[in-house]
């Protein structure tokens, strides 16, 4: 796990927590000192986030270099990496894997969305050629799947954009400094 992200866990755990305990003294003991650490802890967090976010600008990753993903439990195990681009004249053949590095828990990615983004940053959904995307990946393992598209007519390199979660997962992973997929981060994607 790089060094920012493991950073951003422990500042997002660390602000959620300051900001709960001075909320509960702040209602017991009404002291200012209580309320302004409620509102100024989440809003320094954001504030940095915003920073960081903007320093970060657009990335994208070098094939074989894996996107990760956190989750409800920011554990960051899951991650997606193109492994092989096979170029045809009218379709283009991307093979993808999808990892778990976590030492003893399966997991499976939920709510893994892959778009095509053409160089004029219009996107275009792909559908995974397997069903088996969303299972259960066993601990330490990786599970490989292919996306298919037409290739562009002006002969451009397009990149793919991977998001992964729903609800909770998305906004954990926006608030997360440092994460791939943090708030206005949806810019990192993944080179062909």
């Known amino acids: 796990m790089p060094l920012l992200q493991f950073i951003g866990m422990l500042l997002l755990t660390g602000a959620v927590g300051v900001t709960l305990l001075s909320g509960i003294f702040w209602i017991r003991f009404r002291r200012p000192l209580w309320g302004w ?3 100024g802890t989440p809003a320094t967090y954001f504030l940095l986030l915003i920073i960081v976010t903007l320093l970060s600008g657009r990335e994208t990753l070098a094939p074989g270099t894996p996107q990760r993903f956190c989750g409800f439990y920011i554990d960051c195990h899951l991650s997606v990496a193109v492994i092989k681009v096979e170029r045809g004249p009218s379709e283009w053949t991307v093979t993808l894997h999808v990892g778990n590095d976590a030492r003893r828990v399966a997991l499976a990615p939920v709510g893994l969305r892959i778009e095509l983004v053409r160089p004029d940053s219009t996107a275009l959904l792909l559908t995974p050629g397997q069903a088996t995307v969303e299972s259960q990946i066993p601990a330490g393992e990786v ?16 990149t793919l954009r991977v998001t992964e979660g729903v609800g909770i997962d998305r906004i954990i992973e926006g608030a997360l400094l440092g994460d791939d997929d943090a708030l206005g981060r949806g810019r990192v994607r993944l080179g062909l």
């Open 37 to 39: 650490l409620v509102f």
């Open 143 to 158: 599970r490989e799947f292919t996306v298919s598209f037409a290739a562009l007519p002006d002969g451009t390199t397009p």
